[in-house]
């Protein structure tokens, strides 16, 4: 091959590079966009959780039983064993002590719920009020003028959160927004909601999406089982490198992890879809429990291809598998049928987002990586790292315990590009050693002529 022929066949492989930088920068943007200061409240004071919906609010309060005590000479039991008992004084309590206003001025108060809970390992009295727009819309920012325990304990403090707002572009299922901290000396909280609208809350969940599949390390670690195998081809019961020129395996690599991840993402999107709107249900641990199986069973199809020509599919059924779980996330969300729509929507593009970053992100490497001999040793040391994971996955979901495996994963999660930049490295480490040596006569999977038939040179 000559010097300019070997500059054509590496040029799409730079152009691709070059649009790999572009997508982890929108990806990046994507899910940190609008990203507020989210951090818990520290133990013996007060959480306020406000979501926002088109015509009320809710306010979450959670109130320590002790420190309730402390401010109204009250006798609760220190255990909580009596807050539901109690319902009515705590409600009587809190409705005194508590405003809520949006533009138009006063709101309805009303308390829905009391329940004992245990929040920072203490005994702590979970409120719910519901602040109720006459005209039925929430216009504008909204005001809290708080006093609950804070007007008579000096020392006392009040963390509120806002945890969604449609239409202000808030809506998270893990750590909520900080807003404030209230004492006796700074009792209102306000929430601003700047201009927002429809469109505002269509764009937090696209960013709930990706952020889902960026903090998700048994969905990513997934799909990078699936891609490991994308440059090579099936010959009876062996991956091999495929034959022909960087471009021509650049591209078969890149359509086959197209397929996969349209499948995967039509497959996440019914049972999303199928869950999130309450046509079906499972229990979440058989859930989780198929989403470890199918992290074992990508692996096993990474060290051999135990799938063939069925991997389209299988992507589809996996990826109900973990749509099912997604739908955890929009459920908790409790938004009413016409948001909900939406949200399913944006949602699923977040993830197809994130998913094609994860491929544009790796593809070039691997392609690059695959036409190496050492190739063969990493495919089957991460594809076992892979296997175990998710064997630790299963066995922790069955036990009712957090993974063995979890402190190394949440690790990751959290230094994703110095993650993504070891992975980077040691795929340029493999790719340095001896060529696969290119046949002059085709391969042919399983001896017949299929789409997988490797191009001869």
Known sequence: MTASTTGAAHRPLRGTMRGLAALVLAAAAVVGLGAGAAEAHPAETTAVLVSIDEGSVELELQVPVRQYNAATSSDLDVDGADVEARADELAAYVLDRLEVADADGALDLSVSAVAET???DLPTADIVVIATAADGSVDGDVAIEYGVLIDTLATHEVYVSLVSDWEGGTLTDEEPELVTVLDWEHTTAQVSRDDGGWAE???????????HIAAGPDHVLFLVLLLLPAPLVAVGRRWVPRQGTLRETAGAAARRAA?????FTAGHTI?????????????TVVTESLVALSVVAA??????????????????????????????????LDLPLGRLVAAIVGFNVGVELAQLVVVAALLPALVWAARSRWFAGLRWAAAAAGAVAGAAWLVGVVRGEASVLGAAFDAII?????????????????????????????????????AETVVAR
Do not use: D, K
């Open 201 to 211: 809350g269509l764009w937090a969940t696209v960013r709930l999406g990706a952020s």
């Open 299 to 332: 692996a096993a199809h990474a060290m051999v291809p135990a799938l063939r020509r069925g991997e389209a599919w299988t992507a589809g059924l996996f990826g109900i598998v973990h749509g099912t779980a997604f739908a955890t996330t929009l459920v908790a």
């Open 414 to 450: 959290a230094h994703p590009w110095q993650a993504y930049a070891v992975a980077l490295a040691t795929l340029a480490v493999v790719s340095v050693g001896p060529r696969v040596r290119q046949s002059s006569s085709p391969v042919r999977e399983a001896s017949r002529p299929t």
């Open 118 to 120: 245990t929040v920072n």
């Open 259 to 263: 397929t996969l991840v349209t499948s």
């Open 271 to 283: 049972s999303l879809a199928l869950v999130s709107l309450g046509l079906i249900s499972l229990p």
